[in-house]
């Protein structure tokens, strides 16, 4: 299981969290639904290694990580898509992969698997990665992190300015690799999106959580409400 | 929103040395003003060597600390201020003292020149663009024979002066400099051009954003600190009676601005004057080492970037919040 | 007209001498976006290492660059891990005046070692063997240089285009942040690059050693040039960098055959003219 802590996070002198726990086990679906400037991308950041914190503030299947860098946690199976892609464009889509695996870990999730799952991917393998649609960015972004097979999967965004039907696809993918035992936490604007996708969900407001449960019997009014902080 | 308050934190107690401070200072100016008539002349010159390498140092770490201009090529400034007094005198056959404010004049015009190539580079870029300047005018310097060339010239006219004239002369001009450099730097950050810049420095975009026009207030900066800069070389070289290219237009020029902002404290106003004094304490201390009192000033250096980026005043601001200058602006209680 | 020919050929060189001096500098810049004032400073340490290990062992130039070569290997990693990763991403102002300081050390540190006297890597008369080649002369040494170089320049663009290694420092010259989440881990990997750069210099040192004369103070000329090859290229492109060593090159041969003690004026002309005209440098950072 990976969970934090009441975890406190600072941007200098800035605090973004301020003692917030949460959880996600194995195979589970978390969202983290909650308005701009929330804490949300922080939360992930924590996780992740991008934002310092103290060593018991993350446990990852009963060991404290809190605090180490990013290649530490990629090694220990945490891995994430960043909000706004950012792939690589001195790199060819197939060098963003090829450059996570060599670096991931080993296990089902491969470059000729995903080339095979999606042929347009196959198509665009030689072209800088930065030359493609969003959607398209998306799918390499997510296939980027799906290649170092990471148990945890943490998805910043990722249906930010998409088109629906590259949403539906970013989805697929990502359903796929739920069905094969993923634990994902999403980051998602989209309220409704979020709350289908996911078996549990933590709404975050001003680095708290100000409500959390299950996603099927969310009542949409506490949400609004919590959301909005009113 | 009731969050707000908690959210800045509380500004620092400022120690202000509101009364002290005047009296102090203009006791100390008057016994500065009045050291040639009983010291030695040695000290003089040693003074004189320690004002214009203030100087120097101030106007360096103006560029560099308010301005975010870092310059390795400072030495033009010293080459260009020096050899503009130096012909102006030999070849008007003036009085050298006088030629003072025609080398200020040459240097703030050299500044507003080299402005144009130079404010078209940034960051390393620039900083290196300066040096490659200043190779330019070594190298031009040593190949022009009616500057002397590799030789250089010696300064005429002041041999028609007896030495207890020409010493005080000097060292007044060097006191000058180096209290007309902290006096320029404190009206400079106390005013419109410090507030732009202290912007500039923290948030360029939105310094722009908020109407501060970047360009003139970093053009401005340039062609002060160069005219500071020349002047002080100037003053520096009228100490040793000859102009060389080799020794105006020095990397050591540089170096020696940068150890002493780098030690006292580089964007701050006391920072150039505790690195001035380490600078040459440790030069009198290890005169005899030679090389190695070099090799120590590097690692020094090194060791401050290291550990105490902010050099020597900030491990002194940590202990105690000590404005002496007062150009610290504090944010405003809620 | 032959002597315009025999001065571009020379150039041309010479050039790719500086071109060798810069690699290590636009792999610096481009993928830690460092500098490095010392970057002189170490190509003279490099000549002087060779000097001592020809003197300890009795060989040839190229000989003790078996010896020389992983140990300027080993100095780059270090200073990296130890003194350089302290200050990298933290602005240009850190890394420049720490470089400085070290510049400053090691030039103090190898006159009080070597004293002050100029000293040469002797390489028999390999300085002196030329042949001619449509009446133009040309040296062997310089003609070695080149092929050196150009060898080097073409293994470090396959290595930054085809290796993982490469493909690692693209990526965190483009983002170092999102690098760092697809497990670049970046103190180690500068390490290595330092390393990298440290051995190649060493080559150039040889080459620039039995050509020129050198003291402790060579280093900051050889900074300047490599410098100003660098940044005409333009960052981020290898054989921009190779480019831009050549033109400095014959930029100099030519100043000095206008007049002896303008060549390296010429060189800084041409430089600043070029930068004034194209701020970014020549060439555009390499896009697949």
């Not at chain 2, 800045?8 to 008057?30: D, G, H, Q, S």
């Not at chain 2, 060292?171 to 051009?193: C, E, P, Q």
């Not at chain 2, 070389?233 to 290219?245: C, D, F, K, R």
């Not at chain 3, 008369?125 to 070695?144: E, K, M, N, T, Y």
Request: charge should be positive; charged fraction near 15%; glycine fraction near 12%.
């Amino acid at each position: 299981m990976l969970s934090t802590d009441s975890v406190d996070a600072y941007y200098g002198l800035f605090q973004a969290l301020f003692g917030l726990s949460f959880s996600v086990s194995p195979g589970e679906t978390v969202a983290l639904i909650g308005s701009n400037g929330a804490g949300k991308s922080t939360l992930l950041k924590t996780i992740v290694g991008a934002v310092g914190v103290r060593r018991d503030g993350v446990r990852l299947d009963g060991e404290d990580v809190g605090g180490d860098s990013e290649p530490r946690q990629l090694a220990r199976g945490v891995a994430l898509v960043p909000e706004g892609r950012r792939l690589f464009g001195s790199l060819t889509v197939l060098e963003n992969l090829q450059l996570a695996a060599r670096n991931g870990r080993s296990g089902p999730w491969t470059i000729p698997r995903l080339m095979q799952e999606f042929p347009v991917m196959k198509e665009f393998q030689h072209r800088p990665s930065t030359a493609l649609s969003g959607g398209q960015q998306q799918l390499v972004a997510i296939s980027r992190a799906l290649v170092c097979n990471p148990s945890y999967l943490l998805c910043d965004e990722i249906s930010l300015g998409l088109s629906p039907l590259a949403v539906n696809e970013v989805y697929r993918l990502l359903s796929r690799a739920r069905s094969e035992g993923l634990a994902v936490v999403l980051v998602e604007q989209n309220v409704t999106r979020a709350l289908a996708e996911s078996d549990r969900f933590y709404c975050i407001q001003k680095g708290r959580v100000a409500l959390s449960g299950k996603s099927a019997e969310a009542d949409h009014a506490k949400v609004a409400q919590a959301y909005f902080g009113m | 929103m009731s969050d707000f308050s908690t959210m800045i934190p509380e500004a620092p107690k400022v120690l202000r040395i509101t009364l002290v401070l005047p009296v102090v200072t203009m006791a100390v100016c008057a016994l500065l003003i009045a050291l040639p008539w009983y010291s030695s002349f040695a000290t003089q010159r040693l003074l004189v060597e320690g004002f214009t390498v203030f100087a120097i140092a101030m106007a360096w770490n103006l560029l560099a600390g308010y301005g975010g201009l870092v310059v390795v090529g400072h030495q033009m400034f010293v080459g260009v201020g020096a050899y503009a007094l130096f012909a102006s005198s030999n070849w008007l056959g003036l009085n050298p003292w006088l030629c003072l404010p025609i080398a200020a004049l040459v240097s703030a015009l050299f500044s507003l020149i080299s402005s144009v190539p130079m404010f078209r580079l940034s960051g390393a870029h620039f900083a290196v663009g300066t040096w490659v300047l200043a190779e330019m005018l070594h190298i031009l310097t040593l190949n022009t024979t009616w500057l002397g060339a590799g030789a250089g010239m010696p300064l005429d006219a002041l041999g028609g002066f007896d030495r207890w004239t020409r010493n005080a002369g000097v060292y007044w001009a060097a006191l000058a400099a180096g209290l007309g450099a902290l006096a320029i730097a404190r009206t400079i950050l106390r005013g419109r051009l410090g507030l732009a810049l202290m912007s500039v420095r923290d948030d360029e975009p939105a310094a722009l954003a908020s109407g501060v026009s970047v360009r003139i207030a970093k053009l401005s900066l340039w062609v002060i600190s160069g005219t500071l800069t020349g002047l002080a070389g100037a003053v520096s070289y009228m100490n040793t009676l000859q102009v060389t290219p080799d020794a105006t237009f020095s990397l050591n020029w540089t170096a020696i601005a940068i150890f002493t902002s780098v030690l006292g404290g580089i964007g701050t106003l006391e920072g150039p004057l505790v690195g001035t004094l380490l600078y040459f304490l440790l030069r009198e201390v290890f005169a005899d080492y030679g090389a190695w009192y070099l090799i120590g000033l590097g690692m020094l250096a090194i060791a401050t970037m290291v550990v105490a980026p902010g050099g020597a005043w900030s491990l002194i601001t940590r202990r105690w919040p000590i404005d002496l200058f007062r150009v610290r602006r504090d944010m405003p209680k809620l | 007209m032959q002597i315009a020919i025999e001065t571009l050929v020379g150039g041309l060189m010479l050039g790719a001498l500086y071109a060798l001096f810069g690699l290590g500098l636009s792999l610096s810049l481009g993928v830690m976006r460092m500098i490095n004032i010392a970057h002189g400073d170490l190509i003279v340490l490099g000549a002087y290492l060779c000097s001592v290990i020809m003197q300890l062992l009795g060989v040839g130039p190229f000989l003790s660059l078996i010896l020389v070569v992983p140990l300027m290997f080993v100095i780059g990693m270090l200073l990296q891990s130890l003194l350089l990763n302290r200050v990298v991403g933290g602005g240009t102002l850190s890394p420049l005046l720490l470089t400085f300081g070290l510049s400053i050390v090691l030039q103090n540190v190898l006159q009080e070692t070597f004293s002050a006297d100029t000293r040469s890597l002797q390489a028999g008369d390999l300085a002196l063997r030329g042949f001619h080649l449509g009446g133009v002369s040309i040296g062997l040494l310089p003609l070695l240089s080149t092929v050196v170089s150009v060898v080097i320049f073409a293994g470090t663009n396959w290595l930054i285009n085809g290796s993982h290694l490469g493909r690692q420092a693209r990526a965190v010259a483009d983002d170092p942040a999102t690098a760092r989440l697809v497990g670049v881990d970046d103190r180690n990997f500068f390490a290595l690059i330092t390393g990298f750069i440290l051995a190649v210099i060493a080559i150039a040192a040889v080459l620039y050693g039995i050509r020129t004369p050198f003291a402790p103070s060579s280093g900051p000329e050889r900074l300047l040039y490599s410098f100003e090859a660098v940044v005409l290229g333009g960052l981020g492109n290898i054989w921009g960098t190779f480019i831009g060593g050549v033109i400095i090159g014959v930029a100099q041969l030519f100043g000095a055959k206008v007049s002896s003690g303008l060549g390296p004026f010429f060189g800084h002309l041409v430089f600043l003219a070029t930068l004034l005209a194209r701020p970014d440098g020549l060439f555009r950072r390499t896009q697949r």
